[in-house]
Nanobody, 117 residues
Framework: QVQLVESGGGLVQPGGSLRLSCAAS????????MGWYRQAPGKERGLVAQ???????HYADSVKGRFTISRDNAKNTVYLQMNSLKPEDTAVYYC???????????WGQGTQVTVAS
């Protein structure tokens, strides 16, 4: 099993920045992808950004140019740098870990991000 610990959420004004971190521990293989999803009240959870341990990145259109995902494979940690935050970015952000070939998946506990004046 793999455990995820998230940190870095909070309250920020529009235009501000936050950095989320998600550290994975446990039985981690060399083939995995770590990413961030978010869920706002009344909406479905959706992908924000993800990155493979090989360095391939994918972003939702709504965050391109504002958010940057990065990883430290030695620490099994993924980061999400969020700049130019908007009120519509307000959501609970969840870290997700997927490992193959067994297609093992697990989620973090979630961290609240609130963008408001």
């Amino acid at each position: 099993q793999v455990q995820l610990v998230e940190s870095g959420g909070g309250l920020v004004q529009p235009g501000g920045s936050l950095r989320l971190s998600c550290a994975a521990s446990g039985r981690i293989s060399s083939n995995n992808v770590m990413g961030w999803y978010r869920q706002a009240p009344g909406k479905e959870r959706g992908l924000v950004a993800q990155m493979t341990n090989g360095g391939s990145r994918h972003y939702a259109d709504s965050v391109k140019g504002r958010f940057t995902i990065s990883r430290d494979n030695a620490k099994n940690t993924v980061y999400l740098q969020m700049n130019s935050l908007k009120p519509e970015d307000t959501a609970v952000y969840y870290c997700k870990f997927i490992q193959w070939p067994e297609n093992y998946q697990t989620w973090g506990q979630g961290t609240q991000v609130t963008v408001a004046s």
